[in-house]
């Protein structure tokens, strides 16, 4: 199994783009780019997506492998599949970490969230996300606020997962 990105951060934007990612995210993307050796940048595919999604997704290279496998496997021509080939392949930033640790996000990435001086990065599983910190606050901090205010006072999230099967 690939490592997972955990945790979350503020890090500040120069007038560049330029934003440090955390030290271990960092590690996470060199273990998700297979041709990574110590000495090369690891490799990663920011996907910006459609008009309603207002945060990045940093995907791993072996993560935007599995996604991409997926959308192969649906049968050519379908409109889920082109939906899906416009939503990841066409609305994404294929970069590298820098020498020094950090993203250039390009001035339409940053124009699209809406991100000046500073960035806030939360881990997803095997993606992490860059928002502007204020729209996570006010989106996605309410929705789990909310979510877990409709829970029992003794609810335990990790319950959770004996629904979920597999694994």
């Known amino acids: 199994m690939a490592r997972r990105f955990r945790g979350e951060s503020h890090h500040k934007v120069d007038a560049k783009g330029r934003v440090s990612i955390p030290a271990l995210f960092r590690r996470v993307l060199e273990a998700g780019d297979p041709d990574w050796t110590d000495g090369l940048r690891p490799q990663l595919v ?70 000046e001086g500073e960035a806030f990065f939360i881990a997803s599983g095997d993606t992490f996300q860059i928002w502007k910190p204020e729209t996570y606050d006010t ?7 909310a979510w877990l205010d409709e829970q029992p006072d003794d609810f335990d999230p990790l319950s959770l997962l004996d629904r979920a099967g597999g694994v």
């Not at 050519?76 to 599949?81: A, K, T």
């Open 46 to 115: 920011i996907v910006y997506g459609d008009h309603r999604r207002k945060f990045l997704e940093c995907f791993t290279i072996e993560a935007i492998d599995e996604v991409d496998q997926k959308i192969a496997a649906m049968p050519r021509g379908s409109i889920e599949r082109r939906m899906l080939e416009r939503l990841i392949h066409g609305q994404s930033f294929p970069t590298e970490v820098d020498s020094d640790g950090r993203l250039v996000l390009p001035q339409k990435l940053r124009d699209k969230i809406g991100l």
């Open 139 to 145: 989106e996605e901090l309410t929705k789990t606020e």
